[in-house]
């Protein structure tokens, strides 16, 4: 098992210099046991998106696992899960529109990307999130 680390972005930076890794959002589990958080890696123009999920335990935080690319998807944790959304936004876009299963939200541009989580999910991810429109 690897080293925990104090925070869920330090622990899913991993060994990337500092320069090379930007952490637009961190979204947390309702309990605070569980996060995602969103990367952006390496030197404009070639930035790789990346989210690693994490848990945290006594000792600090743990990486769980992660995945690359933009897009929505979720992953499970026994029997809750996060479902995400993490979209590229146009150029001037302040905000988004997310239906959700709990309705419409508008969702904050952060870092040029628009990035939600849901959770405790109960693992039904397809339908979960959709993107609306940007303003």
Known sequence: MEDARPTPEDIARGDIPEPYVRVPATEYSPDGLHAA????TNEPPAVEEYIEFCYRTEDGWIGESGVS??????????DFGVT???????????????RTRHGVKRVPVRDGYVIYALWDTNCTFDDELELLTFA
């Open 37 to 40: 958080v969103f990367l952006l």
């Open 69 to 78: 690319g933009l897009g929505r998807g979720g992953h499970s944790v026994g």
């Open 84 to 98: 995400y959304l993490w979209e590229q936004a146009p150029p001037g876009a302040l905000s988004a529109r997310v």
